[in-house]
């Protein structure tokens, strides 16, 4: 199993729609957790993180958490041609600190 | 700032050639790292750097080396290229370890034929 795995995609939406994109891992100690955002060719950035169960937003992005079920997704509202991209989720491990990283899930953005 | 940078961009090797890549930060992070992409398979660490003068492995470690010359810098080094290690590779930065955001260079386009 892997560590951290996301829904394969690639998911299309229509301009204006919500995005939802999920991601679940196997490490129940694990405490943070991020979105990155990878443009085609480019390097990722961060976007999103969490920390405490329930919901985050910043502007058009809510990431909402649950460790119960160890299960973590980005929200995108409104979307926009600018947000198709690869969207990575990836969980700081509790016992070395280290990210891993799902394998990302690509959003298109239909005009 | 020019944030991380990485030399070269792009790198056709025969196998069994070595090579050496080059990674910078000019934001004074004390954590460095090295990750390759493979389709698929999103992000894996080869090895980071916690601090000035520590190395550590990461997930995939086999077939590279690492050297963290000093605070800025951190190479990556293939002593004898594999078809395997065919990858974009990318160097990240970070002010501290953990969860601190990593910040990463536009990466470095790897075949190896």
């Known amino acids: 199993q892997k560590e951290v795995e996301q829904n394969s995609g690639p998911l299309s939406v229509p301009e204006g729609a919500i995005a939802s994109l999920n991601c679940t891992y196997s490490?129940?100690?694990?405490?943070?957790f991020f979105w990155y955002r990878q443009y085609s060719g480019k390097s990722p950035e961060l976007i999103m993180f969490?920390?405490?169960?329930g919901d985050k937003e910043d502007g058009r992005f809510t990431a909402q958490l649950n460790k119960a079920s160890q299960y973590v997704s980005l929200l995108i509202r409104d979307s926009q041609p600018s947000d198709s991209a690869t969207y990575l989720c990836?969980?700081?491990?509790?016992?070395?600190?280290?990210?891993?990283f799902g394998a990302g899930t690509t959003v298109t953005v239909r005009a | 700032n020019a944030g991380v940078t990485q030399t070269p961009k792009f790198q056709v090797l025969k196998t069994g050639q070595s090579m050496t890549l080059q990674c910078a930060q000019d934001?004074?992070?004390?954590?460095m790292y090295w990750y390759r992409q493979d389709p698929g398979m999103g992000l894996r660490l080869i090895y980071y750097?916690?601090?000035?003068?520590?190395?550590d492995k990461g997930e995939v470690p086999n077939g590279y080396n690492v050297s963290r010359l000093n605070k800025r810098e951190f190479s990556l080094r293939l002593e004898s290229a594999a078809p395997s290690q065919t990858s974009v590779y990318f160097c990240?930065?970070?002010?501290?370890?953990?969860?601190?955001?990593?910040?990463f260079g536009p990466g470095t386009r790897l075949t190896v034929t």
């Open positions: 990240a930065s970070s002010e501290a370890g953990g969860g601190d955001e990593q910040y």
């Open positions: 490490d129940r100690g694990s405490q943070s």
């Open positions: 969490i920390y405490s169960n």
């Open positions: 990836a969980v700081l491990s509790s016992n070395d600190y280290k990210l891993s």
């Open positions: 934001m004074n992070h004390n954590s």
């Open positions: 750097s916690a601090s000035e003068g520590t190395t």
